[in-house]
Nanobody, 122 residues
Framework: QVQLVESGGGLVQAGVSLRLSCVAS????????MGWFRQAPGKERELIAA????????YYADSVKGRFTISRDNAKNTVFLQINSLKPEDTAVYYC???????????????WGQGTQVTVSS
């Protein structure tokens, strides 16, 4: 089992940067992926970035390439999502998720955090 706790969301103005954190506890393995998803109002949840705990593989959705950066601190069992130049359309609940086996970054995720709200005002 893996427990995930996100933090770092809030109400911000367009153009600023934000860093979300996800602390993992329980079983973690270097060859498993951690992912960040978001769900905007009225839309489906989407995978926006993923990273293998080893740090050697990352994935980004086309919609966030160039503004979002995923990283991890293995010593702290923490995964980060840096979001630059926030836009109103980035408003969503952001979820951290973990895979429980060796999979590709876009495969099913098995463990989920509770989510953190990011609201961007124009």
């Amino acid at each position: 089992q893996v427990q995930l706790v996100e933090s770092g969301g809030g109400l911000v103005q367009a153009g600023v940067s934000l860093r979300l954190s996800c602390v993992a506890s329980g079983r973690t393995f270097s060859n498993y992926f951690m992912g960040w998803f978001r769900q905007a109002p009225g839309k489906e949840r989407e995978l926006i970035a993923a990273i293998r705990w080893s740090g050697d593989v990352t994935y980004y959705a086309d919609s966030v390439k160039g503004r979002f950066t995923i990283s991890r601190d293995n010593a702290k069992n923490t995964v980060f999502l840096q979001i630059n130049s926030l836009k109103p359309e980035d408003t969503a609940v952001y979820y951290c998720a973990a895979q429980g086996g060796i999979k590709s970054p876009r495969s099913q995720y098995d463990f989920w955090g509770q989510g953190t709200q990011v609201t961007v005002s124009s």
